[in-house]
């Protein structure tokens, strides 16, 4: 033990406190104070983090017009009252990106918009943000919501094409249905051993990629080689019915593409009068397609053929056309949206791991991304574990255990260890609970709900009551390392105290020598952290 505490042994010996204290920490199996001091000098990652406080923007005045302010507040329906107006460029985009968080993805865009411009000391880039940045995000935004909602009717409408292509009465229940109930459905409504029934079987048996394959043109691909199939074993007795049944085939299933279940009239039309009922029938948010278009290309041609290849081919061929334009807007906008979050993290500095996740994603297929996207993957990623910036502490991280009853201390974790440890020593950074920026909360990875927060001064886990005074008190900012390199994290409830680990258990102090952890000795070292890998994925 002597060796391990190095030269502090005096200090341990000066206060039976002390002692007691590392009585426990050896219990917990940790090596305490001795470990912990008179390094100096220690290389960390430098995290680009909000300035100490102090020298953060200063409330200079305001450089934006009334009119100005109240059109963007307009935006996130933040209330212009008095006081509002009264705020700083700094503080006033402060009160912006409050509510655009507030308001969760409809204002995404606006949000990260407004975290970019807060991180900057320039008055210009303020007003700029509140005159034309917020306005600018907000349509990003927007489309996205419209692009969403698109999506979402293109989803709904390629469901009720693969019924009525395969000859199933369309019901709001089966639209409703998730997409691999809504194939077992199929699966359950369709001849046994057709070729509708065997593509179903194999979708089901791959990703949620092969679901929306299968309902987008699968189910319709399959039903025309069963059609296909059906046709080849009539051509041997009656070749003319069999040509009969194809070109009746053709038609219903180019009438499946527009979404139309054609009547016994519509289907005896002649084939240019066929395509223009379609061509009327179609809804005006759906005539800018390709299908459409290729419609009015072939009525507008005089050549039968021209409408005949539409019939049989054409129309097909453009819905693909069609499906491809759509998958392609999505995945664009997906990853636009992916690395925006990934140039969010990386300015902050706080959550390499999303960083990462969201890399790999983007390294990967357009499912790979939308997955990164959903809120529980984008939750998960932003696990880290908080490292000592002690050089002769590497393995050491800020954890908690149950016999502990939730005390926040200082321990070295093995990433092969316990998962229960792992865990314990593992925290979803997410942003504070107190909405102040530049700062975030730590939520445990095994308790969910639960926040590293101070009480009384002491570092502990506790649940999270929803009061303003526990988020105040699980709040932490971040700033540029007190030692010169990695991050020092300043408490939101007691500013100008610092998450700091003293003789292996984790405070809130400062080094004005009140309490025993507020020793000035080594303070900028032991309230220095890195942010470093989940242990706990």
Not at 52 to 74: F, H, L, M, S, Y
Not at 407 to 415: H, K, Q, R, T
Not at 436 to 454: D, H, I, N, R, T
Request: some cysteine; aromatic content about 6%.
């Amino acid at each position: 033990m002597r060796d391990a505490r190095g030269v502090t042994e005096n200090r341990m010996k000066k206060s039976q406190t002390a002692s007691a204290r590392m009585r426990r920490g050896i219990s917990r199996g940790i090596v305490t104070a001795a470990a912990l001091a008179t390094v100096t000098g220690v290389a960390a990652p430098l995290i680009a983090v909000s300035a100490p406080a102090g020298t953060a923007v200063a409330a200079t005045g305001i450089a934006t017009e009334e009119k100005q302010r109240v059109d963007a507040a307009a935006v996130v329906h933040l209330d212009p009252s008095a006081d509002v107006l009264l705020l700083s460029d700094h503080d006033f985009i402060h009160a912006l990106w409050q509510k655009a968080k507030a308001g969760g993805e409809k204002y995404e865009s606006v949000r990260l918009a407004a975290e970019d411009a807060m991180m900057s000391s320039s008055a210009d880039d303020h007003v700029k943000f509140i005159v034309t940045g917020i306005h600018e995000a907000y349509k990003i935004d927007q489309q996205r919501e419209k692009d969403q909602a698109d999506a979402e009717r293109a989803a709904r409408l390629a469901k009720s094409q693969a019924l009525i292509a395969v000859g199933i009465v369309n019901s709001p229940d089966l639209l409703a249905l998730s997409d691999d109930n809504f194939i077992r459905a199929i699966m359950n409504k369709v001849a046994a051993d057709s070729e509708v029934q065997k593509a179903a079987a194999a979708a089901l048996a791959g990703d949620k990629a092969a679901w929306q394959a299968f309902i987008t043109n699968g189910a319709r691909e399959a039903h025309q080689r069963d059609v296909a199939n059906e046709i080849k074993a009539l051509e041997e007795k009656n070749r003319e019915e069999a040509e009969r049944r194809k070109e009746l085939a053709a038609r219903k299933n180019t009438a499946a593409l527009f979404g139309m279940t054609p009547s016994e009239a519509v289907l005896s039309l002649s084939d240019d009068n066929f395509i223009r009922e379609l061509l009327r029938a179609t809804p005006a948010d759906a005539q800018g397609t390709e299908l459409y278009a290729a419609g009015q290309h072939a009525v507008l041609s005089s050549d039968k053929a021209v409408w005949k290849e539409y019939i049989h081919t054409g129309a097909e061929q453009a819905y693909k056309r069609d499906d491809e334009a759509r998958r392609k807007k999505i995945a664009d906008e997906n990853r636009r949206r992916a690395l925006a979050i990934q140039a969010g993290a990386e300015k902050t500095g706080m959550n390499p791991n999303l960083v990462a996740a969201a890399k790999k994603a983007l390294a990967g297929s357009d499912e790979d991304v939308a997955t990164f996207l959903k809120d529980d993957s984008q939750y998960r990623a932003k696990r880290q574990s908080l490292q000592s910036a002690n050089a002769k502490l590497s393995g050491w991280y800020v954890r908690q255990s149950t016999v502990d009853g939730g005390e926040g201390f200082l321990a070295p974790v093995d990433a092969k260890g316990k998962q229960a440890d792992r865990e314990d020593a593992t925290w979803v950074i997410v942003p504070a609970l107190a909405n102040q920026a530049g700062c975030y909360s730590f939520e445990s990875a095994g308790k969910p709900g639960y926040y590293l927060m101070q009480k009384d001064l002491r570092v502990r886990m506790s649940a999270n009551d929803n009061s303003d005074e526990f988020r105040k008190a699980a709040t932490w900012c971040a700033r540029k390392g007190l030692n010169g390199s990695g991050t020092s994290f300043e408490s939101a409830s007691t500013p100008g105290r610092w998450l700091r680990h003293f003789w292996g258990d984790l405070y809130a102090a400062d080094k004005s020598g009140k309490n025993g952890f507020d020793a000035e000795r080594d303070f900028a070292l032991e309230a220095t952290w890195k942010v470093s890998a989940p242990l706990a994925r």
